[in-house]
């Protein structure tokens, strides 16, 4: 898959660092996207939900702390855990994350304050994008 606008990893500890200060453990790809493709955009991008909807990802996170879109920005900017970690975002500022309980892929609908399932796991998730 080819990645766009991609900054490269500062500190290559800010991975471990984000997973110790938030207690997650994220996936071994996500892991492995960040340091090569940190804060990037995927060319394919689109995506269809478990409930028929489609949707886009803008970008995934920073891991950079002074990037404006990291995964430091939108994990603290919940003022109580939601049981989710955003990794990514659409156009409408909308989160993609991983549901802490069960490790699915999650589109969460800011403006309704609505959850749907977009893939059962990371792996499935990078697969359908571009369907």
Same mark, same amino acid.
């Given at each position: 898959?080819?990645?766009?606008?991609?900054?490269?990893?500062?500190?290559?500890?800010?991975?471990?660092? /984000?997973?110790?200060?938030?207690?997650?453990?994220?996936?071994?790809?996500?892991k492995s996207i960040v340091r090569e493709y940190n804060?990037?955009?995927?060319?394919?991008?689109? /995506?269809?939900?478990?409930?028929?909807?489609?949707?886009?990802?803008?970008?995934?996170?920073?891991?950079?702390?002074?990037?404006?879109?990291?995964?430091?920005? /939108?994990?603290?900017?919940?003022?109580?855990?939601?049981?989710?970690?955003?990794?990514?975002?659409?156009?409408?500022?909308?989160?993609?994350?991983?549901?802490?309980?069960?490790?699915?892929?999650?589109?969460?609908?800011?403006?309704?304050?609505?959850?749907?399932?977009?893939?059962?796991? /990371?792996?499935?998730?990078?697969?359908?994008?571009?369907?």
């Open positions: 898959m080819e990645w766009k606008y991609v900054s490269p990893l500062k500190d290559p500890m800010s991975v471990e660092a /984000f997973e110790a200060d938030y207690s997650v453990e994220l996936p071994r790809e996500l804060g990037g955009w995927p060319q394919k991008r689109n /995506f269809t939900m478990e409930n028929g909807e489609e949707g886009s990802v803008k970008r995934f996170l920073s891991f950079n702390t002074e990037d404006k879109e990291s995964v430091w920005t /939108f994990n603290s900017r919940e003022s109580a855990r939601h049981g989710y970690t955003v990794f990514a975002i659409d156009s409408f500022g909308n989160y993609i994350a991983l549901r802490d309980l069960d490790k699915k892929v999650i589109f969460v609908d800011n403006d309704i304050d609505e959850v749907t399932v977009i893939a059962s796991d /990371f792996n499935t998730f990078l697969k359908c994008l571009g369907e």
